[in-house]
């Protein structure tokens, strides 16, 4: 347990450490950047997500139109 509490610890000081830097070379505080970070990394995963399903629905679409037919007089 306690090296689990030593890596979190050292975690937590560096990534804060990285927004505090990035807020002080900008000239702001650092809570709005760890705010944009946060949105940033939801939005991103629901950009993914919804790419996702637009291929899944494009695949299941073309596979609809261009399904395989056995013979001529399937049509």
Do not use: N
Not at 11 to 37: N, Q
Not at 65 to 73: C, D, E, I, P
């Amino acid at each position: 347990m306690r090296v689990a509490h030593r890596i979190r610890h050292q975690l937590e000081r560096h990534g804060f450490e990285v927004c505090s830097r990035l807020a002080d070379r900008l000239g702001m505080r650092a809570r709005p950047v760890r705010l944009f970070f946060i949105y940033i990394s939801f939005f991103s995963l629901g950009i993914g997500f919804a790419v996702y399903l637009t291929l899944a629905f494009w695949l299941r679409l073309k596979d609809l139109v261009y399904a395989k037919r056995t013979s001529v007089f399937d049509l």
